[in-house]
């Protein structure tokens, strides 16, 4: 079993506020990791180191092999898929749905005059497709619903056939059935053994899609708790993580929780 990530003794300081402190975190190929916390923990920072595009103010990170600080990040970046709501702003106002995905081969946004080959046009449609996108690879991506946002960021993340696949929030601002049907697709990636190893941060339990094998839960730059997911997944651990007494019930894999 290989190491994915190893994080080591990890700060990230901006001005005197610690945005990660004493960071110690270490993902094998297998893993499928929830990172859960509430507003401002950290979590969105956690990614963007663990996507090679930060460098820790202290500490090692290493990815796929290679020591951050060490290792020309272009040529990390494109083994590392990224998801986040960052790249709606990225994206032109015209740009068509399958343009967005294609693009990912070239690490841009826009297509301008770039030739793309026949194969990753057609990986770039199969990805749409596989995400239930394929009827809308030629619509604007501005016209697109969030939920159809998510997955069209998925598939884009999907296209250069990462190592490793970093997810900022892909529930956020879903319907119920959009969530739900979210929550299947990434169980069903989890199951797969060719997929990526694979990173989800999220805010809520109900979106943990079941498979996944461990969690790591943060609050106010530090780590409360990281492991296994059932034996992370405590009452006392989320309490602690988000400062409520809180009620957490577990059913096939699927979590919730209430305040007491
Ligand atoms: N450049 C910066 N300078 C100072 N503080 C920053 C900077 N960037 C982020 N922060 C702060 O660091 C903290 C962690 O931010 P981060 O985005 O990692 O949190 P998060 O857990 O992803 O939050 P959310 O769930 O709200 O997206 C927040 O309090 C944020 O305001």
């Known amino acids: 079993m290989s190491t994915v990530l190893e994080f080591s003794d990890v700060d990230v300081l901006r001005g005197r506020k610690y945005l990660l402190k004493n960071i110690n975190w270490s993902v094998q190929e297998s893993d499928r990791w929830v990172v859960v916390g509430p507003n401002g923990a950290g979590k969105t920072t956690l990614l963007q180191l663990a996507a090679a595009r930060m460098h820790p103010t202290k500490g090692q990170v290493d990815i796929l092999d290679e020591t951050m600080g060490k290792v020309d990040v272009f040529e990390l970046r494109p083994r590392i898929g990224l998801s986040s709501a960052a790249l709606n702003t990225l994206i032109p106002e015209f740009e068509k749905v399958i343009n967005v995905v294609v693009t990912a081969s070239y690490g841009v946004t826009g297509r301008w005059r770039e030739e793309y080959d026949k194969m990753d046009l057609r990986r770039a449609y199969e990805l749409l497709d596989e995400w239930g996108m394929g009827a809308l690879m030629n619509r604007k991506y501005a016209t697109l619903s969030e939920g159809e946002r998510k997955r069209a960021q998925i598939a884009r993340a999907l296209m250069t056939d990462p190592e ?4 900022d929030e892909p529930g956020a601002g879903l319907d119920l059935a959009g969530r739900e049907d979210l929550v299947k697709k990434l169980s069903e990636l989890a199951a797969d053994e060719y997929a990526p190893t694979t990173i989800v941060v999220t ?10 094998t461990h969690a790591l839960l943060i609050k106010e730059a530090e780590i409360v708790a990281a492991g296994p997911i059932k034996e992370t997944l405590t009452e006392d651990n989320l309490s602690e993580t988000f400062s409520r007494d809180l009620k957490v019930t577990e059913a096939s894999g699927r979590y919730t929780a209430i305040a007491r």
């Open 164 to 167: 490793l696949l970093l997810l």
């Open 203 to 212: 805010h809520h339990l109900e979106e943990i899609p079941p498979g996944f």
